[in-house]
């Protein structure tokens, strides 16, 4: 039994969140900045920076009232230190840190990474060894999970993240940042008509690329504009989509064969994508893997999908001390 | 009334415990070492050296900027967390103020100074304990105009090492620079600062005085003239 207060700012989301017994979430409150800095196109650390400073506080004092606890029923402080902008990283840390010392709470120091494969705790408790495909705007990853706490990076991308290139594609379409869910929503409508390149398909490794289906999305386009031809946005986004998919798809099911496991956990921004979803069930139809996408709401950053990875840590023994610091370039760390 | 006072706005970190006006202790570092690193652990030492714990504290004074963002930000952040969580007071003064605070002379000009590179630095005019010219974001083109306009003595205090030759060529005959310590922040000058004011209303929306918006914010709103300010920070 534990009660966990936990704190994410890696991004451009403040968020804090209780959580109870690393499963359920007794609150999880986010404050998103996505309107602010979809006036530049895309995350500027240093205004970033500035809306954590002014949310973090608050978000503490509605996380407890809304889960109604107190500071003395809490047991841990679980917070991101890593990976993510160092800045924003900063107000996180800083706040967290200071309610630990505070009210005398052991602090538990958790990978953001950790935190979005972990928000799968929130469906049902993960079977091991498990296998996990993490999707997000800075993270495209295969990852192994022989046990509780313990994290194998099988392969990850070379280049672009799965997301960014949804956003980087999206820019050019002319689709407000974050383009990812707008894309998703277009694919639907439309079908594979453009045939993108599928790279790194069948090359024995568990690694992605997708500059060059982002290249040849955006030489697709500007080579219509050039000819005054306007290309069909929802087959555009389909075909871009499904070679994304295709690429996420055919990997997992090559780690699949080599790693049998009992769960596949879907997690990190894409995977709220639909898509993805329903590819990566049709796939499990023909394995004995449970596929567990982690749920919509807990895709993108949040502070409740901490509390789930930072109880496993907790419970492990794991404790930061005063000094913590971010740590922008942080992956798993194995306890 | 037991106050914990910090300035992190350069690279210097200054902290004071200080009761009922009395500095129990007072620590500083100059070293380039992460205020994220030391801050906390020096607090969590001072305390325990006096047996305080967190809960005794009646008031968090901070150095609210200006000064270098991330700097600010963590001492800020330390402290407005620390104040609300604790439910005790907060106030904020003026990281060029805890310079000044620093040059003890009657009708005496003291212009406080953190360089922010190029010519630009954020500056302020302060006589007898009070505000002349506010702190601001400026370049020392516009310092000596302002200083122009007085003609009292001038000491200088802080990061002033870039601007000696053209202060010294303006004002040679009524100028001085401060020497060695009193170009460091106390945290006991922090706490006194602090304990003359009120605390703050909302502590919550306790943010650092960065005297500058950002790049990326200047250069939208040059392009957006009729924008006006919103809420950008929605929650979900
Ligand atoms: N339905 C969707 N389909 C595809 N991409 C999506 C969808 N919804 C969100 N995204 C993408 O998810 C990304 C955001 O995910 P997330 O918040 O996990 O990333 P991040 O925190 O910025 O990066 P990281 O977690 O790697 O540090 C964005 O790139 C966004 O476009
Ligand atoms: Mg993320």
Redesign the interface.
């Known amino acids: 039994m534990s009660i966990i207060l936990s704190f994410e700012s890696s991004a451009d989301e ?1 968020s804090v969140a209780v959580v109870k017994d690393g499963n359920k979430i007794l609150s999880n ?8 800095h979809q ?2 196109g895309g995350i ?1 650390p ?2 970033a ?3 954590h ?6 978000l ?2 509605e996380a407890l009232a809304d889960a109604n606890i107190t ?1 003395a029923d809490i047991d841990a402080i679980a917070v991101t230190y890593g990976p993510g902008l160092v ?1 924003s990283l ?2 996180g ?3 967290a ?3 630990a ?4 709470i052991p602090l538990v120091p958790t990978s953001h990474l950790a935190g979005h494969i972990m928000a799968a705790r929130f469906v049902k408790p993960i079977e091991y060894p498990a296998l996990a495909l993490l999707v997000s705007g800075g993270h495209t990853e295969l990852v192994y999970l022989p046990r509780e706490g313990a994290f194998e990076v099988l392969g990850e991308t070379r280049d672009d993240a799965a997301g960014e290139s949804y956003d980087k594609v999206g820019r050019v379409m002319g689709i407000a940042y974050p383009a990812g869910k707008t894309i998703d929503e277009l694919a639907h409508q439309g079908k594979d008509t453009f045939n993108f390149p599928r790279a790194m398909e069948n090359d024995g490794t568990y690694e992605f690329s997708f500059s060059g289906l982002k290249s040849a999305f955006i030489n697709t386009y500007h080579n219509a504009q050039q000819r005054d031809e306007v290309l069909n946005k929802e087959n555009l986004a389909a075909s871009f989509q499904a070679a994304v998919v295709d690429v996420l798809v055919n990997k997992t099911a090559q780690a699949l064969d080599h790693y049998p496991v009992k769960q596949l956990l879907l997690g990190g921004g894409v995977a709220a994508n639909q898509g993805l979803r329903t590819a990566l069930a049709n796939l499990l139809a023909n394995y004995d893997t449970e596929f567990i996408p982690v749920p919509l709401k807990l895709a993108g950053d949040n502070a409740a999908m901490i509390g789930a990875a930072g109880e496993i840590f907790y419970r492990k023994g794991r404790r930061g ?3 913590l ?2 740590d922008p370039s942080l992956e798993f760390e194995e306890y | 009334m037991k106050i914990l006072a910090m300035d992190t706005s350069n690279q210097p970190m200054a902290l004071a415990l200080v009761e009922d006006n009395r500095v129990l202790s007072e620590k500083l570092t100059n070293e380039k070492r ?1 205020h ?3 801050l ?2 020096m ?2 030492e001072m305390m325990q050296e006096v047996n305080w714990t ?2 005794m504290l009646n008031r968090v004074v901070v150095a609210q900027g200006p000064g270098s ?2 700097g600010v ?2 001492g ?3 402290a ?3 104040a ?3 439910n005790i007071e907060l106030v904020g003064v003026s990281s060029l103020a805890v310079l000044a605070n620093n040059i003890d002379q009657v009708d005496t000009l003291v212009v406080p100074i953190f360089d922010a590179r190029n010519d630009n630095m954020y500056a302020g005019i302060y006589k007898n304990n009070a505000v002349i010219w506010p702190d601001q974001h400026t370049n020392i083109t516009k310092l000596i105009a302002n200083l122009t306009e007085f003609n009292s003595k001038i000491i200088v205090v802080g990061e002033y090492q870039n601007f000696v030759e053209q202060l010294t060529a303006s004002f040679a005959e009524r100028i001085t620079f401060a020497k060695g310590l009193a170009n460091l922040p106390k945290g006991s000058s922090v706490a006194q600062l602090g304990t003359a004011k009120a605390p703050e209303k909302w ?3 306790f ?2 005085n ?1 005297l500058r918006v ?4 200047a250069d ?1 709103q040059a392009k957006h003239p009729n924008e006006i300010e ?1 809420d ?5």
């Open positions: 403040t409150e986010i404050a998103t900045q996505i309107k602010s006036r530049f500027v240093e205004v920076s500035r809306h400073i002014e949310r973090v506080t608050i503490v004092d500071y800045g900063l107000i840390v800083t706040a840190k200071t309610i010392w505070a009210h005398n001390t005063y000094d610091n971010a | 992460n994220s690193v030391q906390l652990p607090i969590a967190p809960t963002y991330t930000r963590i800020v952040t330390t407005k967390t620390l609300t969580t604790l502590p919550h929306r943010v650092p960065y950002s790049q990326a914010e939208w919103k950008y920070v929605e929650e979900v």
